[in-house]
């Protein structure tokens, strides 16, 4: 009885904190840029994701020599090493559209001028060192906090530490580890709101889609590009589906209405 209670906690929890949000499996990865041939994590990505009506707009975080938390997938931004580099020597190359490299105050800023998408913050892991990936979750949530976004803003890492201080410094946070190498009881544990695998775990471990529902983790499946895949997963009632294709993945799914 008491294992049910707590499990039905957890599925309300989850509920409460949907419920304001768009409600389909859609999470454009890096924002919506491939169709309309826009930088990734651009602000314009970004819009183009809450155009698109997603439920959550994927982003990634660097922490740049003197401290400043920049958006941008790749450990390099236009041939400059971001751990490495200053916030203004990052400032001396743009994007193809003309955008400068986003900070993540801007970004959540921007992002924050609607209330239906998600913002699915990615902890990038340092090269540095471990340390200064715990230093970049620690400003991250301060961020988070100082913009009043956590009801917005869902973390993903690759680090299982990484999710773990998260989970320490902002206990009500949703949260999902990307590597792929837990158990779901073994994230549920370490205090992980959801699970966020590569779609190709799930066809190792398929009872791990199961495990995770009985334990009231969320099911997100990364990069999900073509329709058969789309349609596996869609079949297994995955929670979440990350994409480069989000037009795609909304006509599949509304090929199946």
């Not at 058969?228 to 599949?252: H, R, S």
Request: hydrophobic share 40%; glycine share 4%.
């Amino acid at each position: 009885m008491k294992k049910l209670y707590t499990l039905s906690l957890a599925l309300l929890f989850t509920l409460t904190a949907y419920a304001q949000f768009n409600n389909n499996v859609v999470i454009a990865h890096r924002g919506a840029w491939k169709n309309n041939n826009l930088p990734e994590n651009s602000i314009a990505s970004l819009n183009h994701a809450v155009a698109l009506k997603c439920f959550g707009s994927e982003f990634d975080v660097h922490l740049t020599a003197d401290n400043v938390i920049v958006v941008n997938h790749d450990h390099e931004f236009y041939g400059l090493d971001i751990e490495k580099s200053t916030y203004a020597q990052l400032l001396t190359k743009q994007h193809p559209n003309r955008e400068k490299i986003p900070t993540l105050q801007a970004y959540l800023t921007e992002g924050l001028k609607q209330k239906k998408t998600k913002l699915i913050l990615e902890i990038k892991t340092s090269e540095v060192s471990p340390e200064r990936s715990l230093q970049l979750t620690q400003l991250c949530v301060d961020m988070v906090k100082k913009l009043k976004a956590e009801k917005q803003v869902e973390y993903i890492c690759f680090s299982f530490e990484v999710g773990i201080r998260l989970h320490e410094l902002a206990p009500k946070a949703m949260i999902a580890y990307l590597n792929g190498d837990k158990t779901p009881a073994e994230a549920k544990a370490a205090g992980y709101t959801g699970l966020d695998y590569h779609y190709s775990v799930y066809k190792e471990h398929p009872d791990y889609i199961t495990e995770a529902k009985k334990l009231g983790l969320t099911i997100n499946a990364w990069t999900v590009n073509d329709k058969p895949e789309m349609e596996t997963l869609l079949n297994q009632n995955v929670d979440f589906i990350t994409t480069n294709e989000p037009e795609l993945l909304f006509e599949v799914i509304g090929k199946r209405k």
